[in-house]
């Protein structure tokens, strides 16, 4: 995941992006992290800011959007998950599940292409988890494309167009989600999937 943000570089092969490698030392790193969001499970909000203080920071710097356009933008975001009654919320008071939200309306006021998750779940109870999946189920209704990494099965069999199942960094299987809970191939993927097979 964190090859896919530029964040760290591939040891081997290659990640396309737009028709570019995204280890290739001419690529703009800044400007493909214009169009990648990305959702980390810890949040990686600043404690020290507001709601609202918190999304426009990188359009502002990266695209150098102007302060008001950008705040208007993150207000349209936070709005779309739900928190913009909270813009002025101090962040160390929030739950769990509206701190991912505002992760999320954070990644979005970039405008990204491409959405990523790893693990946006993993750090919250069921019930919140249903909150954070909620706004995520309308991103890819609406078109988003997104690569999230989860253990939430219904969430990945439901919204999912494609699943790649991984065992030990590798890519053990990739099929539909059809084909991947009703008939996968491999013993290890019907052994992970056991619990959730038809």
């Known amino acids: 995941m964190r090859c896919l943000n530029l964040l760290e570089t591939p040891d081997a092969g290659h990640v396309w992006f737009h028709g570019a490698d995204l280890a290739a030392d001419h690529v703009n790193v800044n400007k493909l992290r214009e169009k990648i969001g990305m959702v980390f499970q810890g949040f990686n909000l600043f404690n020290n800011m507001n709601v609202l203080d918190n999304c426009p920071l990188a359009p502002v710097t990266l695209k150098k959007m102007s302060k008001d356009k950008a705040e208007q933008t993150a207000m349209h975001h936070l709005e779309a998950v739900g928190l913009a009654d909270f813009a002025r919320a101090d962040v160390t008071r929030l ?104």
């Open 95 to 198: 739950s769990g599940g509206q701190k991912q939200r505002v992760a999320i309306a954070r990644a979005l006021c970039m405008q990204p292409d491409l959405m990523l998750f790893d693990e946006p779940t993993s750090a919250l109870d069921p019930e919140i988890s249903g909150e954070v999946l909620s706004v995520m189920r309308d991103l890819a209704a609406g078109g988003m494309t997104m690569v999230v990494v989860t253990h939430e099965m219904a969430f990945a069999r439901n919204v999912s167009d494609e699943l790649v199942f991984m065992d030990k960094g590798v890519i053990a299987e990739a099929s539909s989600p059809d084909e991947m809970f009703t008939a996968p191939k491999l013993p290890r993927t019907r052994e992970f999937l056991s619990r959730y097979l038809d």
